[in-house]
């Protein structure tokens, strides 16, 4: 059964710093990886998709890393600011999965300090 | 473009009463699903839908149904609500690879 974890659970880091987010997974046999993030009382809303023949993806100050190999992800934000305050999601799901279903971690608290 | 809707967005029941969950997409999109948020549980998987006319289980489906008579819409059901169904609830549509979620629909049980 697939599991997902991400590391830390919570994270508070002053405006500016450069800041990277954890995501491992048990099963390596993953067809896509995908970040999201989630602001408080909000749904959620895809940031990355990283397919299983990509090594990473980037948008703007984000860029998400996969090594399907070694069951990890991490997605990494440049020069973080407060409106990056939110809680961040990975997403799996796997290769035989015809029915397409994603697994998701618990997920990342940041906070970005003025 | 309204993507994925969700009604209601808020709702109080008393405990044995039932309600449907409305899903709305406007995509076109095959698959459907119902996931369920908790504190500390993350986001779990109740009911999926893999095309018109068609319903799975996911990882938590008990004390719950779902319908999907029509392509773009995706009922979830509570037929005799309990306070652990106290929870937020979103759905979600995809045709691959990335999902699409909702607002989500706030549940208290009482």
């Known amino acids: 059964k697939q599991e997902v974890t991400q590391i830390p659970a919570a994270l508070s880091v002053p405006e500016g710093e450069n800041l990277v987010l954890n995501c491992s997974f048990t099963d390596s046999a993953i067809y896509n990886l995908q970040w999201f993030r989630q602001d408080p009382g909000k749904g959620l809303t895809s940031l990355l998709l990283i397919q299983s023949s990509q090594r990473e993806q980037t948008s703007g100050r984000l860029n998400a890393s996969l090594d399907k190999s070694s069951g990890r992800s991490t997605l990494y934000i440049a020069a973080s600011q407060p409106g990056d305050s939110a809680t961040y999601l990975c997403?799996?799901?796997?290769?035989?999965?015809?029915?397409?279903?994603?697994?998701f971690g618990t997920g990342t608290r940041l906070k970005v300090l003025a | 473009n309204a993507g994925v809707t969700q009604t209601p967005k808020f709702r109080v029941l008393k405990t044995g009463q039932s309600m449907t969950l409305l899903c709305a997409q406007d995509m076109n999109h095959e698959y459907m699903y119902w996931y369920r948020q908790d504190p500390g549980m993350g986001l779990r998987l109740i009911h999926y839908?893999?095309?018109?006319?068609?319903?799975a289980k996911g990882e938590v489906p008990d004390g719950y149904n779902v319908s999907r008579l029509k392509k773009q819409n995706f009922l979830l059901g509570l037929e005799s609500a309990a306070p652990s169904q106290t929870s937020v609830y979103f759905c979600?549509?995809?045709?691959?690879?990335?999902?699409?979620f909702g607002s989500g629909t706030r549940l208290t049980v009482v």
């Open positions: 979600a549509s995809s045709n691959r690879p990335d999902y699409t």
């Open positions: 997403a799996v799901v796997g290769e035989a999965s015809g029915t397409y279903k994603y697994i």
């Open positions: 839908s893999v095309g018109e006319g068609t319903t």
